[in-house]
């Protein structure tokens, strides 16, 4: 080994992100093909602070306009579904996180008005065969993510 010039330690990249990008590039063709027009990729934003006061960020995989609604996408790749389909991993707080950046990117760009669902997109890259690609279109709203106003009659008959 030249102690003058020493060998660059090798990077390991991780699996899962190789194949998490290969799969946001497969949704953005796929996407592209439908007609939708890409905003922005990987778009990362700070939402709060966790309850032990470390900050967490939230990150939108795709930002793409379908027609004139703004859609929010979260990309699930696996190498199988053998155990579960992609899109169950997409659940309650990845979903919560999601609606937290894409309300401050709607805020930043004052788009109050604009129509807007969230999409998860569903990829299995399977071997000797096409990638499957599902779409699915408003996979969830905000609404169940809206807090119940309690009033005094909730209570009357305690």
Known sequence: MNTLFPQEPQVIE?????????????????????????????FRIPIGRNIKGVAV???????????????FIEVKTRSSDEFAAPEEAVNLRKQR?????????????RLNNVNFRYDVISIVLRKQA??????????WTEEKFRK??????DFSGF
């Open 14 to 42: 991780d699996p899962n992100r190789v194949l998490g990008r290969k799969g946001e590039r497969l949704a953005v063709r796929f996407l592209e093909k439908g007609g939708a027009r890409m905003v922005a990729a990987n």
């Open 57 to 71: 960020n939230a990150e939108i995989d795709l930002i793409v306009m379908d027609g004139a609604t703004l859609c």
């Open 130 to 139: 096409p990638p499957r690609i599902d779409h699915f279109k408003s996979f």
């Open 97 to 109: 996180q999601i609606i937290r950046a894409a309300k401050k990117y709607r805020k930043i760009f």
């Open 148 to 153: 119940d106003r309690w009033s005094d009659d």
